[in-house]
């Protein structure tokens, strides 16, 4: 059967597809046949009639995984019956079930003469299995397909007859084989598939930070299926709020580049067709800044100020504005003159007298300064400056080893003020006891821990702490000198880039041993060992991660980090439990991704080297790129990445995070990322171009 078919093939489809709107007759042929296989009565081995059997199939049309519309061939035998057809859509899947059947008691069929011509693929063969229990098809192209069928039944037939086949159907084809030598007329039941265009209707919703140029929140909206040329798919758009941002207006951008149209309505209807099945809906945004003003009360003569205050005003963004109002009150010997509000370029916009100024305020100018000028009305009321002055001397030499100025708030004369002090061992020191020294030289107060509480006032503005440190164990020599390490640094595991830091930092601490011979107390030193461990960890997020190659994906890197004591080893008791690392853990600055291809286009090459950005403190996003029209934050694939949507393919890619970490040892921290390929662009290329 297959070798006669194969031989009417060439006018076969010259009539079939010279024209789109044929329908399929029986007379395609100048040439006439010989003999009709429907004239031919069949026998089996004991020399009865055996019922030739019935050629019938039905085509699916599936549409995301669904069964949406079905065709079945015609089972009769008029060659006049125009081929049953199914109209589907590029995007959609066909099956088929067989409706053949034996007409003989207990018979069977054994073969299926499966045969399609057209824009979805020429293909013919016999099978000796239902081959359309498993066939599928993609409708990757619009154009046209006829199916064919004929079967065969197991019937054993005697000597010289030909073999059971089918005969019913509505489409005839002329056909050789060893019984018909001269060419004979054989029947096949049919069903036209119609792939017509279709395509994907879609918004493409972008929040855009206009001062800083850049998306801070997209998705796209699928409206649908576009399956007619004329048809128009329309869409309600709710713009909605965006946390910290202000919406202003928007414009429907086209592929093109083109601004359609722009409005400032929060719903907007937004129509689709076959000629722009895709829009932008761009939406600009402005950041909602923390407005304020600083009021700052100024000694006109002495030109400083002598307090300061900030009155806070709502979050705003671009022309929005607020007023903000002050009630101004002199401080203590002073009284006010006028102020003034200066701009933060140092602009004095207005002047005034009147003690409850309104300032005001908006998103592009979000603080101001209000300048109150004061005299003095009381000079026993004036306020003074303070300050203390901590110095580090050596016990055994009395040499000055450091020093530092700590500046507090001005004091009146019934009103005192006090600062707290935080000594900090000099390096290579520890810190022995210290006195508080007032500006005649005398002492006002000892003592011996690390935090000093200093109380000044009108008669005593400025006073001094001298902090006595020693390096060894006593007050006046006689135990080893004992130096103070500086913390150290060390990688771990060595070499491995899992974003593992460990560093060990050893710090002394000296305790009560006794008593000296003139009864001052005597201590001895304590060194502990302290362990430190810094992970960083991180995440990839890459959306989508399976797509057909030639478009792009995104991809996020969210960070972070943690840091733990995980051992003090010491010699005495458990000092240290909770103690903070003095070294300083600091945040990845570079991520980069390596990929195993490369990209070229009309707009440029996309390297196999991708620097990402950073987002924030510890977070990664991709830059915007250079092969990309909008200037989308994606990495883009070539067409000839492996991949199909029966054969999908696997690609991997390295992600390095380094930068930061502890002293001079960097992180380092390896992600792989995958994607999965499942087909081309091209597939979805609907242009009618090459």
């Not at 076959?274 to 800044?289: D, G, V």
């Amino acid at each position: 059967m297959k070798k006669i078919i194969k031989r009417g093939m060439t006018v076969l489809m010259a009539v079939i597809f010279s024209s789109s709107s044929m329908n399929v007759m029986a007379a395609w042929s100048s040439e006439n046949a010989k003999s009709d296989y429907r004239n031919m009565e069949i026998r089996n081995t004991k020399n009865v009639r055996v019922e030739k059997p019935t050629a019938q199939f039905a085509v699916n049309r599936i549409s995301n995984g669904e069964i949406v519309d079905k065709a079945i061939s015609y089972a009769g035998y008029d060659c006049s019956v125009p081929f049953t057809e199914l109209v589907c859509y590029v995007g959609d899947k066909i099956t088929f079930e067989d409706l053949s059947h034996d007409n003989n008691p207990g018979g069977k069929l054994v073969e299926w003469d499966w045969q399609r011509f057209g824009s979805l693929g020429d293909h013919y063969k016999v099978y000796n299995y239902n081959v359309l229990e498993t066939e599928s098809i993609d409708c990757t192209v619009p154009g046209e397909t006829i199916f064919y069928l004929s079967v065969r039944n197991n019937q054993k037939v005697k000597n010289g007859c030909c073999d059971p086949w089918s005969e019913n159907g509505n489409h005839q084809i002329k056909g050789t084989n060893k019984w018909f030598p001269k060419g004979a007329y054989w029947y096949f039941t049919a069903v036209k598939v119609i792939v017509k265009p279709m395509r994907e209707a879609k918004i493409h919703v972008r929040y855009w930070d206009t001062p800083a140029n850049k998306i801070i929140k997209e998705n796209t909206i699928n409206v649908g299926q576009l399956k007619e040329p004329d048809q128009i798919l329309q869409h309600i758009v709710t713009i909605e709020d965006i946390e910290g941002y202000t919406i202003s207006n928007w414009n429907v951008y086209l592929l093109d580049k083109t601004i359609q149209y722009s409005g400032t309505d929060r719903v907007l209807d937004i129509g689709l067709s076959n000629y722009l099945p895709e829009k932008f809906l761009n939406i600009e945004c402005y950041p909602k800044t923390e407005t304020g003003v600083e009021v700052r009360y100024w000694d006109s003569a002495r030109n400083k100020v002598i307090s300061s205050s900030t009155i806070t005003g709502p979050k705003l963004s671009g022309d929005e504005k607020a007023t903000l109002s002050a009630s101004l009150a002199a401080p203590r010997g002073y009284s006010i003159e006028g102020w003034n509000i200066q701009l933060p370029d140092g602009t004095i916009e207005s002047y005034g007298t009147e003690l409850n100024p309104k300032i005001e305020v908006s998103g592009n100018t979000p603080s101001k300064y209000l300048n109150v000028e004061c005299y003095v009305s009381d000079s026993s009321f004036i306020g003074t400056d303070t300050s203390v002055d901590v110095k580090y001397y050596s016990l055994k030499t009395e040499v000055l080893i450091a020093e530092t100025t700590i500046s507090g708030s001005q004091v009146f004369p019934d009103i005192p003020t006090t600062v707290d002090v935080e000594l900090v061992k000099p390096n290579g020191y520890y810190i022995d006891r210290w006195d508080i020294i007032l500006d005649d030289d005398s002492v006002e107060k000892q003592g011996v821990d690390n935090k000093v509480n200093i109380m000044l006032d009108i008669n005593n503005p400025h006073k001094t702490i001298k902090v006595f440190c020693n390096t060894d164990g006593s007050d006046s020599g006689g135990d080893d000198d004992i130096i103070i390490p500086d913390p150290t640094v060390t990688v771990f595991p060595d070499g491995a880039c899992v974003g593992v830091i460990e560093w060990t930092e050893t710090e002394s601490h000296k305790i009560p041993n006794g008593y000296y011979p003139s009864g001052r107390q005597k201590y001895k030193i304590c060194t502990h060992t302290f362990t430190y461990r810094a992970i960083l960890n991180a995440n990839a997020t890459i959306s989508p991660d399976t797509f057909k190659s030639g478009y792009g994906f995104e991809l996020l890197l969210n960070c972070g980090i943690t840091q733990n004591l995980i051992s003090n080893i010491g010699d005495c008791n458990n000092w240290g439990e909770n103690r903070r690392a003095v070294s300083v853990v600091r945040a990845p600055d570079r991520a980069t991704v390596y990929l195993p291809w490369t990209m070229t286009n009309s707009l440029g090459t996309q390297g196999n080297i991708v620097s990402m950005e950073k987002n924030g403190n510890i977070n990664f996003i991709l830059p915007q790129s250079r092969v990309s029209q909008i200037g989308a934050r994606k990495i883009y694939t070539p067409v000839e990445l492996a991949g199909s949507e029966t054969t999908p393919v696997s690609h991997s890619f390295d992600i390095y995070i380094n930068g930061g970490g502890v002293g001079n040892i960097e992180f380092c921290k390896k992600l792989v990322g995958t994607i999965t390929i499942n087909g081309v662009m091209y597939d979805d290329d609907f242009s009618g171009a090459d």
